[in-house]
């Protein structure tokens, strides 16, 4: 056999860098390839992605956006129109210079990120209020040129989705660009099971080009912060500098509002490190490929494979059932499923079937149950929803225990040194101050919540009068 | 409003090129930028791919196909691995090289095609022959470096779908090949009403780096081929270049087979050429976004849009209906939808209603019927699935028209500058041969067709004796 029997993760608490790469790699959900900083998305990873873009692309579609593509490529002078975009990634984008054997008159970036593709093309085709809104999805590769890489969480090419919208008003671009961070927020905590934080980036962390970004912002296991899913209100930046007007009922020529969000392979990354353990990942059942998987015990008795597959039958028309009918042993199998975090197994064998029953196994407690065969298919339904709660639940309660106030700077430093996790702090608006407290504590402005408290009423940093309280932490 | 009432598209049989580029920018399916050689995926030219991708990807998951995701850049001494390979790719790719300041120390190339990078990972993953076969797919991008362009037909880049397999024998890898050339064929006939022609590539013409190179080829309206898709057996060309090697049931190492087969976005020309007419695009129902579009008449009239509405939400469980309830003129909306190559066309208006009838168009035929309302749903369906078969029917008769047998050059020659389509000719398998055709008359060999037939003793080049069988036309 390839694999060993036993494949040994590193425990979380002893090295938690390492037991994520064990845990990606040994999970089968990527490989590495002689390209520096980019990942091969193997088929399990991929099946993740899959669902994750399934249920994005629902309710992109429910919202009434509708799919594009944009080319690849972006001449240097186009990326150019909008000064905050340009000065914002330029650093970091791939130069294609040589078509062929022949030197190209003008550098093509590889798109980064397609504001400026859209908004030309916006351009092109709006021209009467009866043209907006345009909503419009882009699932795409896309590449920035990153240092430091780690599969999913920071590579140099990514899986992702783009929107971009033009509106007749700003209240329409601003409201689009709270929906869209609802939907993210919906997926993130229903279909992945992680709880989040919405709120608005500050001036420094928004998007280059953009009036204000939103965010969802989410806590793993080793009290890192997340950047979840951003959507952003570009105002009439990019329409001012591509000129995308259209005329208005009045007949008056005016600019459009635009909003973009995007959501990436990133937060395959976050699910990971939001739910797994020791033996593994814990896929949650809305977003697992296989959500119960059977092994058959003593499988050359007779009956016995008949039965399981009779099993995978029924159980097929109700949940995403699977089969290892392999002439693999039992414990490998085990040891496989719970690496690969599927929520549910099923061990069924001689002696179950003679006393007309099975036994399921949960991934997230270890509870092993034994099921009468009639009960088996509502058991089956009200576990993998008790499993996706269950996850869930436990995510808000990590983050809760990890979210701590603090109303001076020495404070603010020594929960991060110590605790880590969000830290609730009042910030005065200066950017002085959020470049101080990066400075000396690692942490950042994850984001000013919505959903507002007073810690306290002075700057955790300079003690000036402050009113609005953000998240910090130190975030992947 | 933005667009004009009637939009003009040059007659096919006038200028055929201009008539195609008017369809695919009129009906909306793609805009243009400032990338050259590129194109703008329009929503309704996306949502085409959209089904035909999932027409494949279903097949593909039925054949046990898992996708996998691929790094966009391919380092050049790995794309130099494979000999033949490289030099059948290295004129037409794009080079990056630089990442944000740095000048890179090696170039990376923009994907062409992926063989090296999942030989690669083959090496990596596969060890014993319990690990064959690795049946994978990937959806993506690839950027090829064409001087001239047309969309879909041929685009520096574009999106397709590239399987790549590993089999522990010969005749598995063939099977394979076979296979999903079948799939394709299905995919053709099936959803996009194009009759193929299945065959084996000549040497000249196969894949740069494969053994053997079967494909489909199809026949626009204008008489010129399309390669409409092609599965290759790499045999162990790659294996031996990369070490993908196993150890077989006896203990032995060997080297995998591979195969490696793609079908692209070009396929959305070819279903242009194929079904289009004067008046624009049309669209086999299999493979329409909307089957059915509804034009309420005198819809300020009072129950028009409310029976209109009703209508879409009841035909909406049988078929893709939509209605177009906005302003515009009913006139407009019709040459819109014709254009646009929709296959039904239902109108509905205040005496419709009294009548209890409503009046369908087909935009294969032209033809109107009325029809009573409760004979509806039926109506529908069965003139969904006729319009699908007539299409095909009327691709089939116009390919057999356009299909000629030759015996000599001079009738070869004849052939294609009078009456072009598919030219029948015998040929003794030499590479001179074949390339003397081409340059005498401008037609290239398309394929040796599965279904051989003995249009004469001789080569039509040479005279000498031959024994296959071969389709020639100019092409795409």
Redesign the interface.
């Known amino acids: 056999?390839?694999k060993e029997f036993v494949k040994d993760v590193t425990a979380m608490d002893e090295d938690f860098a390492k037991w994520y790469t064990d845990v990606v790699t040994k999970a089968d959900l990527i490989?590495y390839?002689?390209?520096r900083g980019?990942?091969?998305?193997?088929?399990y990873g991929?099946?993740l992605?899959?669902n994750i873009k399934q249920e994005l692309d629902t309710r992109f579609k429910e919202t009434g956006h509708?799919?594009?593509?944009?080319?690849?490529?972006?001449?240097e002078s186009?990326l150019q129109k909008e000064k905050d975009h340009i000065e914002g990634f330029?650093?970091?984008?791939?130069?294609?210079?040589?078509?062929?054997?022949?030197k190209l008159a003008e550098?093509?970036c590889?798109r980064p990120t397609s504001e400026v593709?859209f908004a030309?093309?916006y351009r092109?085709?709006?021209?009467?209020y009866?043209?907006l809104p345009k909503l419009?999805n882009q699932w795409?590769?896309v590449?920035r040129?990153e240092k430091t890489t780690r599969p999913f969480l920071r590579t140099?090419?990514f899986?992702w989705q783009e929107g971009h919208t033009c509106h007749a008003t700003d209240e329409e671009a601003l409201e689009e660009t709270v929906r869209m961070l609802n939907v993210y927020e919906e997926v993130c905590e229903k279909v992945l099971a992680i709880p989040v934080v919405k709120g608005q980036k500050t001036e420094k962390e928004k998007f280059a080009g953009a009036k204000l970004t939103y965010t969802i912002e989410s806590l793993m296991h080793d009290g890192k912060a997340l950047q979840s899913g951003t959507s952003h209100h570009l105002g009439q930046g990019f329409a001012e500098a591509f000129g995308i007007q259209f005329t208005d009922k009045e007949g008056k020529l005016q600019h459009v509002h635009q909003t973009s969000w995007g959501f990436t392979t990133r937060i395959i990354g976050a699910m990971i490190m939001v739910h797994g353990d020791d033996r593994g990942l814990v896929i949650p059942p809305n977003a697992a490929p296989t959500q119960l998987m059977i092994v058959p015990i003593a499988q050359h008795k007779e009956g016995v494979l008949d039965y399981a597959y009779e099993l995978k039958n029924t159980l097929s028309k109700l949940v995403r059932a699977d089969i290892d009918a392999s002439d693999k042993k039992p414990g490998w199998k085990f040891n496989e499923y719970e690496m690969k975090g599927i929520p549910l197994r099923l061990e069924v064998g001689p002696k179950d079937i003679e006393k007309n029953q099975v036994v399921l196994v949960r991934r997230d407690t270890g509870e092993k149950l034994i099921v009468a065969a009639d009960a088996l298919e509502s058991t089956v339904q009200d576990l993998l929803r008790d499993i996706q709660q269950n996850l869930y639940q436990k995510a808000i309660d990590h983050r809760e225990q990890k979210t701590t106030p603090a109303v001076t700077l020495e404070e603010l430093k020594e929960i991060v040194e110590t605790k880590a996790g969000f830290i609730k702090a009042m910030w005065c608006g200066d950017r002085a101050c959020e470049d101080l407290i990066k400075e000396e504590t690692g942490a950042t402005s994850r984001c000013i919540p919505f959903e507002q408290e007073e810690v306290s009423e002075q700057c955790v940093c300079c003690g000036k009068k402050a009113e609005q309280m953000v998240y910090w932490a130190k975030a992947y």
């Open positions: 056999m390839a490989d390839s002689s390209v980019s990942m091969i998305i193997r088929p991929y099946a992605w899959e509708e799919n594009v593509y944009m080319p690849l490529f972006i001449p186009l330029a650093p970091e984008v791939a130069w294609v210079t040589h078509g062929g054997e022949e550098r093509l590889v593709l030309e093309h092109n085709i709006i021209h009467s009866r043209d419009y795409s590769n590449v040129w140099l090419e899986l």
